[in-house]
T-cell receptor
Framework: SQTIHQWPATLVQPVGSPLSLECTVEGTSNPNLYWYRQAAGRGLQLLFYSVGIGQISSEVPQNLSASRPQDRQFILSSKKLLLSDSGFYLC???????????FGEGSWLTVV | GQQLNQSPQSMFIQEGEDVSMNCTSSSIFNTWLWYKQDPGEGPVLLIA?????ELTSNGRLTAQFGITRKDSFLNISASIPSDVGIYFCAGLLSGNTPLVFGKGTRLSVIA
């Protein structure tokens, strides 16, 4: 069966510091991968999605970036965090061309 | 871009009551999904709908894919305290396009 795992689960970072959130999927090949952000009590905002290694589509211009160095690995990064980057970050996956996506456990980021 | 209007935004109900929430869109989708998110966790898929007019149940949950392909509803019967959470609808046009999410319905159940 397929599993998705993201880490760290919680993170407290000072303004201006870098960020790296990682996500891996097991049990499938060539998945579509996604990063979403959820501000406290709000809806889900799609940040990036990827249909293959090295292929990244950005939905929202911001100081975050994403990379897909391996087929089942998706990384969310920032060189300098802003206070407004605080939120709950969710990684998700779907099969290629699939019509259902599955979410990871989420990572809480607090920028102080 | 595409947007989903999900309503109501929040609900407070008594345990045992039935619940209904819905999503509408200005454009068509070929898949409708309903997720539930518990506090501090990722959303979990409840029901997936792939065909216009489809009515699907999962225990006490029932969801329908609207005939026009522009709407969907989710019903929860005989609510219980563990139904508390945020429910999201999501629409998908095709396999390699991103899901479009509604803004969620926050459900509170009063025992």
């Amino acid at each position: 069966s397929q599993t998705i795992h993201q880490w760290p689960a919680t993170l407290v970072q000072p303004v201006g510091s870098p960020l790296s959130l990682e996500c891996t999927v097991e049990g499938t090949s060539n998945p579509n991968l996604y990063w979403y952000r959820q501000a406290a009590g709000r809806g889900l905002q799609l940040l990036f999605y990827s249909v293959g290694i090295g292929q990244i589509s950005s939905e929202v211009p911001q100081n975050l970036s994403a990379s897909r160095p391996q087929d089942r690995q998706f990384i969310l990064s920032s060189k300098k965090l802003l206070l407004s980057d605080s939120g709950f970050y969710l990684c998700a996956w779907s099969v290629t061309g699939g019509n259902t996506i599955y979410f990871g456990e989420g990572s809480w980021l607090t920028v102080v | 871009g595409q947007q989903l209007n999900q309503s109501p935004q929040s609900m407070f109900i008594q345990e045992g009551e039935d619940v209904s929430m819905n999503c509408t869109s200005s454009s068509i989708f070929n898949t409708w999904l309903w997720y539930k998110q518990d506090p501090g966790e990722g959303p979990v898929l409840l029901i997936a709908l792939y065909k216009a007019g489809e009515l699907t149940s999962n225990g006490r949950l029932t969801a329908q894919f609207g005939i026009t392909r522009k709407d969907s509803f989710l019903n929860i019967s005989a609510s219980i305290p563990s139904d508390v959470g945020i429910y999201f609808c999501a629409g998908l046009l095709s396999g390699n396009t991103p899901l479009v999410f509604g803004k969620g319905t926050r459900l509170s159940v009063i025992a």
